[in-house]
């Protein structure tokens, strides 16, 4: 049933092509790192993506602050609505940076966690630290949208690619206990 809003958006065929492209392509590249050869790795390897995952979250942590500071000196948003976010919101571009950083206060939880029991259960090996950095550009390219551009189709492909991946990493440290 059609919600009867005007302003209702359904992605084009050429959008959900663009989305099945990049989210098959992000299967394949799971498949090809969940099939490397299984050898362990140090687990300070797997504290390499970790500390970029950390990383990315600061940098648009940073971004954040930055681009409300801004737009308070500049009078683009109101220091009244971030007291208690009711009225006056400022422009969506200005939020951007603070939605993309809640999303990576979300998800990505669970990235730490996976890698922290792997290190923990010495299940760090070679396709485990693939599929980290896998999950870590998958983000950063999924924060870089949403901040830059926000084209919604494109953003859920490499959030998809970035769920996918994750639960790959789960699935691969359960079947190894």
């Known amino acids: 049933m059609m919600s009867g809003r005007k302003d209702f958006e359904r992605p084009s065929l050429r959008e959900y092509l663009a989305i099945a ?6 299967v394949v590249l799971v498949r090809w790192a969940s099939t490397l050869a299984p050898t362990p790795a140090e687990p300070r390897e797997i504290v390499v993506p970790m500390t970029a995952m950390f990383a990315l979250t600061g940098a648009v942590w940073l971004l954040m602050v930055i681009s409300r500071n801004v737009a308070v000196l500049l009078g683009a948003a109101s220091v009244k609505y971030f007291r208690d976010y009711g009225d006056g ?13 809640d999303n ?48 919604v189709p494109l953003r859920f492909a490499f959030y998809a690619v970035s769920c996918i991946t994750l639960a790959v990493m789960w699935a691969r440290l359960a079947l190894s206990l």
């Open 21 to 26: 492209i990049v989210i098959a392509a992000g």
């Open 89 to 101: 919101a400022p422009d969506e571009w200005i939020e951007r940076p603070a939605r993309a950083f």
């Open 104 to 151: 990576l206060m979300q998800a990505p939880t669970l990235f730490y966690v996976v890698a922290l029991l792997a290190i923990a259960l010495h299940g760090v090996d070679a396709p485990q630290v693939s599929l980290a950095w896998i999950y870590v550009a998958s983000r950063a390219v999924h924060a870089t949208i949403y901040i830059v551009f926000n084209y």
